[in-house]
C-alpha cells in the first residue's frame, strides 16, 4: 500500500468508528426508552431513563467510543487530512494588510496541543464520573428537558 493508500484507509476506518457510535448510541436510546416504558405501564411514577441503565448502556458503547476517539487524536497528532476537502478561501485583500506571523506554531505542535487538551478533558470528566458529579449532571438535564418540553 502506498502512503495515500495508507491515509484514505485511515480516514475510511474513522469514519466507520463515528457511524458506529452514532448508530450504537442512537440504538441504546432506543432501547432504554423501551425498557422504560414498559417499566412505566407497570408503575406509572417510574422514570423512563435512569443513571443506572443509561450508565449500563453506555459502558457498552463506549470501548467503540475510545477506540473512535484514539483515531481521532491520532489522526490529529500525524496530520492526516482528506485532501480533497473544501478548504476555506480567504480574502486577498485581507491577506496583503496583515503582516506575516513571526514565530508561528508548526501544525504538529498545534496538534498535539489539541490532542493534549482533549486528552485533559477526557481525564477530567472522568473524575468527575468517577466523584460522582455523573448523577447529579443526569438528574439536572432530565429535569430540565423534562420541563422545558413539559413532559415532567
Do not use: W
Request: net charge positive; proline share 6%.
Amino acid at each position: 500500500m502506498s502512503g495515500f493508500d495508507r491515509k484514505k484507509a485511515f480516514l475510511i476506518l474513522q469514519a466507520v468508528l463515528c457511524v458506529c457510535v452514532a448508530v450504537l448510541l442512537a440504538a441504546a436510546a432506543v432501547r432504554i426508552d423501551r425498557e422504560g416504558a414498559a417499566r412505566r405501564a407497570e408503575h406509572p411514577l417510574e422514570p423512563v431513563y435512569t443513571p443506572e441503565n443509561t450508565a449500563e448502556v453506555l459502558m457498552r458503547v463506549s470501548p467503540v467510543f475510545f477506540v473512535s476517539l484514539g483515531m481521532t487524536a491520532a489522526g490529529l497528532l500525524l496530520g492526516i487530512r482528506d485532501d480533497r476537502a473544501p478548504r476555506p478561501v480567504r480574502d486577498p485583500a485581507k491577506a496583503r494588510r496583515k503582516a506575516p506571523a513571526a514565530g508561528k506554531p508548526s501544525r504538529r505542535t498545534v496538534n498535539a496541543v489539541r490532542v493534549i487538551l482533549l486528552t485533559a478533558a477526557v481525564i477530567l470528566i472522568l473524575l468527575g464520573a468517577a466523584n460522582g458529579s455523573l448523577r447529579d449532571v443526569l438528574m439536572k438535564a432530565i429535569n430540565i428537558c423534562t420541563e422545558c418540553v413539559g413532559l415532567g
